[in-house]
């Protein structure tokens, strides 16, 4: 007896599950910058630069969506450019970048305004909130235009911190989605520019309707902070603990403040963003 033909030919099904396969992994794209924000700005008329490379040394090997780039064996990163408006208020510029397959890629450009409490890395509790307003390329996101919203809530004292950033990401246009992205670390002072610890980073999908556990992103970083010279760096290797999540990261950050204006040097600039940030705290207040 012959048997009918099947009511969906095999080829359709390959495409279906295909399409499946990129939906899940939208989360694991490799991104520019991993960084726990810890309210630490530059001064006042304060110029500052920081260097992001991301490595992913074992990735997804599928595009996040049809048409992307897939993060395996990409080097991602940004420069960080930054200036200080006032005690609690920075403004920065980021120029994203992937390196693939010996081929360069821009993602365009970030515009970022951080508000944070003055002094913060003088204070045994601190906090602040980050607005990120992306223009973003077709090969690193289905939406032209995004906008990060990152809280920075943190305590510490003289050996330990502990920051959370419940980051909100938001997509503009057809494709657009308002996703849920935490991030958090905990760290220890073992000397005045050496410091070590842990950093989480997830992304859990579209709030209200979170992706499953297994399709979700979850990354463990050890970390660790240092000084070369006038020069703070910030090194880091992760390891992804779901299915959706790239399974080995090496990510650096290299940072200098330039001096500022007129104003003399004493010795005890720090370096800005997650580098030492109290290493030359003197005291703690509330």
Known sequence: MKLPPPL???????????FALLVSSQSAKAVDEIQVYNAG??????FTIQQH?????????DPPFLGGIPSNHSLNGTPEFAYGVTDWWELGLYLPFSIQNQQFLSDAFKLRTLFVVPHAADRNSFYGVNFEFSHEMPKFSQT????EIRPVLGIRNELYELIVNPIVDV??????EVDFAPAARV????????????????????????KKVSEQSHMLFAVTDF??????????VGYGLTPASDRLVVKTILG???????????????????????????????
């Open 256 to 286: 200098y403040a330039f001096a500022v204006p007129g104003q003399a040097s004493d010795g005890s600039a720090r370096s800005p963003g997650p580098i030492n940030p109290f290493a030359h705290a003197r005291s703690f207040q509330p």
């Open 187 to 210: 760290a220890r002072k073992f000397g005045d520019d050496l410091f070590a610890g842990l950093e989480y980073y997830a992304d859990l999908g579209e709030i209200g309707n979170f």
């Open 144 to 147: 032209r235009f995004g906008l």
């Open 41 to 46: 700005i530059a001064d006042v008329g304060q």
């Open 171 to 176: 997509g503009f246009g057809r494709n657009g």
């Open 227 to 236: 000084k070369i010279g006038e020069f703070g760096v910030n090194f880091g």
């Open 53 to 61: 490379l991301n490595y992913v040394a074992v990735g997804q090997k």
């Open 8 to 18: 969906i030919p095999a080829k359709a099904l390959h495409l279906v599950g295909a």
